[in-house]
């Protein structure tokens, strides 16, 4: 898979950077701010699959909904943890 990615990211953007982008805009919309309460995890996601092809690249939005759906997340006042 991780070569399959490289050639949909392409060699202009290295592959770490494009995971870091999901999951820096996963952690900003779940996060709450001084200025608004951050969104819950359904949220988030949807925000990510509607931008995956012109954000975010689709492939890796799948892979990141894939995970963290497997994993045990909680939102606790404004913050996530992990079980």
Do not use: W
């Not at 608004?36 to 799948?62: H, I, S, W, Y």
């Amino acid at each position: 898979m991780y070569k399959k990615l490289l050639v949909i990211v392409g060699e202009g953007t290295p592959l770490e950077s494009h995971i870091l982008a999901i999951a820096d805009t996963f952690d900003a919309l779940t996060s709450n701010r001084p200025y608004r309460d951050g969104c819950t995890k359904k949220e988030a996601l949807q925000e990510l699959l509607r931008n995956a092809g012109t954000q975010f690249d689709p492939e890796l939005v799948k892979a990141f909904t894939d995970a963290l759906s497997r994993a045990d997340i909680k939102n606790e006042g404004g913050a996530l943890s992990i079980a």
